[in-house]
């Protein structure tokens, strides 16, 4: 019994590795051919190849649900149509075991993923971003469609790129008085974190006096701020981007300063649930293979996993975003479509 429980195992964890591969490969191809639009200054094609590796980790974290089902479709589709599968059942194995036996290899794909989700993807995607900001040139504010916006009092900030490290890039500061009246600009190249406050280091500013503008020009400078690279690591990211930990804090800091933290509550909900996501589209694929899709092409088993896949984040995307507009709760957006998968599974593999 072990021995056929690690030859299903094999097939089907065999079989989720080459759709994954496949899935990335396409991937990589697409963002490589958007980010040839995004070519200037030192951001070359070499730039952009290595901005574009450098998020394979977040692809694999994305893509791997619809590669464990597909991948599921297919592995246990080839034991079908060479009567394998039929063999196994005909000798006692029951359906429990089989599913089980498919279940092995994919708990072990939702740790590593779940691993690369928290302690790997968000640094990469971070210095991914920064990386590229780097190569295009420090630019200002009013001269950059990327980096980080941010309001401290009366003053409006612009980063063009944050290293994980809390390094900053590109420093743009408007400083207003009280009847919003600006009076000081300034950018500065890169500022250092130090402890309770930020070194500035070659920077220009312009003050705004009584209709004349006085210009400076300084090598350091500190700079004191409530603003720490915690922060910043967080706000520099999209909310899909973040680790579990961080979205589960910066939530629980939104909620306390009565803020609205639905966007990153959905995200949270999102990581968070992946692995269920995962388990139900992978009892779809057994319910499939064992029931309706027994005795159709492996074309058609890929063509109906694609279209299981797509329908179920389709549907996460809808829904996700209506719990922020109509205002119902992020965790029901996400749990209903796992929760009907596995209504959809269970119900064929009962008929089986």
């Not at 040839?36 to 977040?58: F, H, Q």
Request: glycine share 6%; aromatic share 12%.
């Amino acid at each position: 019994m072990k021995l056929l429980q690690s030859y299903v195992a094999k097939n089907v964890s065999q079989s989720v590795l080459v759709v994954l591969f496949v899935i990335l490969s396409l991937d990589l191809i697409s963002d490589f051919i958007d980010q040839l639009g995004n070519l200037k200054g030192n951001y070359t094609i070499v730039e952009a190849a290595i901005y574009v590796l450098l998020y394979i980790p977040s692809s694999i974290c994305d893509y791997l649900p619809l590669a464990s089902l597909v991948g599921c479709l297919v592995g246990l589709g080839m034991l079908a149509n060479s009567s394998e599968l039929t063999v196994m059942r005909a000798a006692g194995v029951s359906i429990s075991r089989v599913v089980w036996s498919v279940f092995r290899p994919i708990f072990v794909f939702i740790i590593l993923g779940a691993l690369i989700a928290e302690f790997v993807s968000p640094y990469l995607d971070q210095y991914a971003d920064s990386r590229r900001a780097l190569a295009q040139g420090h630019r200002r504010a009013l001269e950059s469609d990327k980096g980080l916006w941010l309001r401290e009092g009366n003053s409006y900030i612009h980063i063009n790129a944050v290293l994980p490290n809390g390094k900053l890039y590109g420093i743009t500061r408007y400083e207003f008085d009280k009847n919003r009246q600006l009076i000081a600009a300034s950018f500065v190249d890169t500022a250092i974190f130090q402890g309770d406050h930020w070194f500035e280091q070659d920077g220009r500013v312009t003050y705004f006096q009584n209709d004349k503008l006085l210009p400076e020009k300084f090598q350091s400078k500190v700079w004191k701020s409530d603003i720490s690279p915690d922060l910043l690591n967080v706000l520099v990211l999209q909310p899909s981007e973040l680790p579990v930990q961080r979205l589960h804090d910066y939530v629980n800091y939104l909620q306390r300063q009565s803020l609205d933290s639905s966007d990153y509550s959905l995200a949270f909900w999102q990581k968070t649930l992946q692995p269920l996501a995962t388990l139900s589209l992978v009892i779809i694929a057994i319910s499939f293979v064992m029931g309706p899709l027994r005795q159709v092409t492996m074309g058609f088993r890929v063509f109906i996993g694609v279209l299981a896949g797509l329908t179920f984040q389709t549907s996460m995307k809808l829904l996700g975003p209506s719990s922020i507009i109509l205002g119902y709760p992020p965790l029901l957006a996400v749990l209903l479509p796992i929760l009907c998968c596995f209504a959809i599974g269970w119900v064929l593999l009962r008929r089986v």
